[in-house]
């Protein structure tokens, strides 16, 4: 699978982008500027020493792939989706992306459409299905890509076989995906992140996660 981490630069999407080559999917790193992206695969490249990682600006890492993620801060989510809304169009689209208001991003906060992924979906369009994934698992254990990751992924999405896909790659980048329900439950979960963020103050952690107990397997 061709993926396209549109925001591939920053640590979320760079961690992902990682473990996602490792398990030998191709992977375009997508930013603003196609140089600043090479830049950042050349980098992974060479962590990894395998993988097949390349970077590219956004609306052409999109339009070359065949699943886009979105992981990008919040403010800069509608003009990133803007952007690359033509090449977006048609495939699944998982966003990683979290509302968080500073300068108290440990205080859960909704946009007026209940969630940053609800909003991507308002703004694709049914043409697009929008997929939410990943918005709790810390970037610092992302970046080792033989670090285990003990939390789970709750991944929020309307068709069981678009939410099968993220499913399907968290258990490749060495994730447990929980099929949480439709987009609309993606506001429980990216509030969720702002819980995480206060609890890693709190008790000086880099990565608090969380764990669906009494499910087997």
Not at 76 to 102: C, F, M, N, Y
């Amino acid at each position: 699978m061709i993926i396209a981490v549109l925001g591939g630069t920053g640590e979320q999407g760079s961690g992902l982008a990682v473990r996602w080559a490792k398990a030998g999917h191709r992977v375009i790193l997508g930013s603003r500027t196609a140089e600043k992206a090479e830049r950042a695969a050349e980098a992974l490249r060479g962590r990894l020493g395998q993988g097949d990682i390349r970077g590219s600006d956004n609306p052409a890492a999109a339009a070359a792939a065949d699943v886009v993620v979105l992981s990008v801060p919040y403010d800069s989510q509608l003009g990133i989706l803007e952007s690359a809304r033509d090449e977006i169009r048609g495939k699944v689209l998982i966003t990683v992306v979290v509302p968080l208001r500073p300068p108290k991003v440990s205080h859960a906060w909704r946009p007026e459409a209940g969630s940053a992924a609800m909003e991507a979906q308002g703004h694709l369009g049914g043409d697009t299905p929008v997929v939410a994934a990943f918005q709790n698992i810390g970037a610092s254990h992302l970046a080792d890509p033989d670090h285990p990751i003990d939390s789970d992924v709750l991944i929020c999405g309307d068709k069981a076989e678009n939410k099968s896909v993220a499913i399907d790659l968290a258990m490749d980048a060495g994730m447990r995906a929980i099929d949480a329900g439709p987009l609309v439950n993606a506001s429980v979960v990216e509030g969720l992140t702002a819980v995480l963020i206060g609890i890693n103050k709190r008790h000086r952690v880099p990565g608090a996660g969380i764990r669906i107990t009494g499910l087997t397997g």
